[in-house]
């Protein structure tokens, strides 16, 4: 059943991440990657969160399943930031290139650290 339900949420979370960048690019019109930025900051925020609150035994390994690797693995993109970059390189915007690859790891990895201590903070 746990399959099933962590297949529903990743179907979910891909819907999620569409619509969020469909709105993105329509009210941000740059040719950067802004949507795929902000989805995968706010993945790695809420997958730290949700990993904070099951290490502190707030959330059961099964709902850590279905919101972690269900909800959250369909809603961020790695494979999206890696082609973004690659097109930025293409459309010979390398310092572009170098800020969406370098900036989304920073970030999402310190968003990913807020998270957890939030979720670690949270248990008391």
Known sequence: MILVLAALAGGF???ARFVLDSLLRARIPVRYPVGTAVINASGSLLLGLVTG???ASLLSPELQVVLGTGLLGGYTTFS???VETVRLV??????????HSVGMLVTCTAFAALGLAA????AG
């Not at 293409?90 to 800020?99: I, K, M, P, S």
């Not at 979720?119 to 949270?122: A, E, P, S, V």
């Open 13 to 15: 979370g891909a819907a």
């Open 53 to 55: 609150l099951a290490a």
């Open 80 to 82: 999206t930031a890696s």
């Open 90 to 99: 293409r459309e010979g915007r390398a310092g572009a290139a170098l800020a």
């Open 119 to 122: 979720g670690m903070t949270l």
